[in-house]
């Protein structure tokens, strides 16, 4: 079974920064690509950001190009996701996510998810 366990949300003021993390059981980010989603009370699960386990590439909505920053430790099996700048509107719960293959923006590409972790930003 492939476990994903996130941490690392809050509370913060808007401007202010947080730094999630995706930790997998065993190797299973080797194969796969990981992607950050969100979501909002009463809206849809969002793509945020994304990366190829394997080369490293990276993908981001344009809502947190230049803010977002995703990167992974291959020692720690672990996913980070890089929050600065952030404002009101990033308020939601974070999920991490794996997929066989390539990048996907659609959360029904993903086979395996974690709990959710909570950030909110404040005005």
């Known amino acids: 079974q492939v476990q994903l366990v996130e941490s690392g949300g809050g509370l913060v003021q808007a401007g202010g920064s947080l730094r999630l993390s995706c930790a997998a059981s065993?190797?299973?980010?080797?194969?796969?690509?990981v992607g950050w989603f969100r979501q909002a009370p009463g809206k849809e699960r969002e793509f945020v950001a994304a990366i190829i386990w394997s080369a490293g590439i990276t993908s981001y909505a344009d809502s947190v190009k230049g803010r977002f920053t995703i990167s992974r430790d291959n020692a720690k099996n672990t996913v980070y996701l890089q929050m600065n700048s952030l404002k009101p509107e990033d308020t939601a719960v974070y999920y991490c996510?794996?997929?066989?293959?390539?990048?996907?923006?659609?959360?029904?590409?993903?086979?395996?998810w974690g709990q959710g972790t909570q950030v909110t930003v404040s005005a």
């Open positions: 065993g190797r299973a980010f080797v194969t796969s690509t």
């Open positions: 996510a794996i997929r066989s293959g390539g990048v996907s923006t659609n959360r029904a590409g993903y086979q395996y």
